[in-house]
């Protein structure tokens, strides 16, 4: 009897071993786990605050790149609108009378008729975000949908401009290489001739022409399609200054 006794305190102290045991191993694992969800808790914060800090970046450099683009496109604008309103006159002086026409120089009007310039926006910002794909790290859903506009504008406005470069270098240049003198119209360029073609030909005779009309009709069209192109770019930087701010 007295051996069934110590038979039986043996087996609940190892039992109670086993459970201490048991207690301590699940302890461990505890902690364990414990360590490791904090371990991945820093872990995110630390990820969320080098993003909100590369976020800032971003729309830093969005913004002062779009500061500088504003201020090329009113420029841009400014010109072309001061070249369509040109076209238009040229166009307005065709089949009327000599004498009126002598009170223009026909000569100036057609160089700054021509000199159109074309919008060549910096988008290094934009082009980096969209080509790394890290568009993603911004949580602005109104500023990557302008940002998509944006990058469509600008492939249109590309079309826009070579439709326009392509009808003056295919269409206006070889006419008029033809009609009228080139070097008479580079006074007003860089080559700032003094004198002027030695060369007698009747200029006005390019104002009673229909194919000039309709070159120059045709020019003008253009020139306002891209007009159109371009200012509806004013609205989009002014509003992704605003998303950026």
């Known amino acids: 009897m007295i051996n069934f006794f110590r038979k039986k305190r043996k087996t609940l102290a190892d039992e109670n071993k086993t459970l201490k045991y048991a207690r301590y191993a699940i302890g461990e694992i505890v902690l364990v786990v414990i360590g490791i969800l904090i371990a991945l808790q820093i872990n995110t914060w630390n990820q969320d605050r080098i993003s909100k800090i590369e976020e800032r970046s971003i729309l830093k450099n969005i913004h002062s790149e779009f500061l500088q683009n504003k201020k090329v496109l009113k420029d841009i604008l400014k010109f ?144 306002y399609g891209e007009i159109e192109t371009l200012s509806k770019f004013e609205e989009i930087i002014d509003s992704i200054l605003i998303e950026t701010e």
């Open 80 to 223: 072309n609108k001061g070249c369509y309103n040109t076209t238009r006159l040229i166009l307005e002086l065709v089949g009327e009378d000599r004498e009126k026409i002598k009170t223009h120089n026909l000569d100036s009007l057609l160089f700054f008729s021509l000199e159109a310039n074309t919008f060549s926006p910096s988008d290094n910002s934009i082009s980096d975000l969209l080509q790394s794909g890290r568009l993603q790290l911004l949580h602005n859903d109104n500023l990557k949908d302008l940002l998509y506009q944006w990058d469509r504008g600008i492939k249109e406005n590309k079309i826009s401009s070579l439709r326009k470069e392509k009808k003056i270098d295919d269409d206006i240049i070889p006419y008029l290489s033809k009609k009228y003198s080139i070097k008479d119209i580079d006074m007003y360029g860089d080559l700032k001739w003094e004198n002027k073609s030695q060369i007698k030909i009747d200029k006005l005779q390019i104002l009673e022409d229909i194919e000039f009309e309709n070159i120059m009709d045709d020019y003008l069209y253009r020139l």
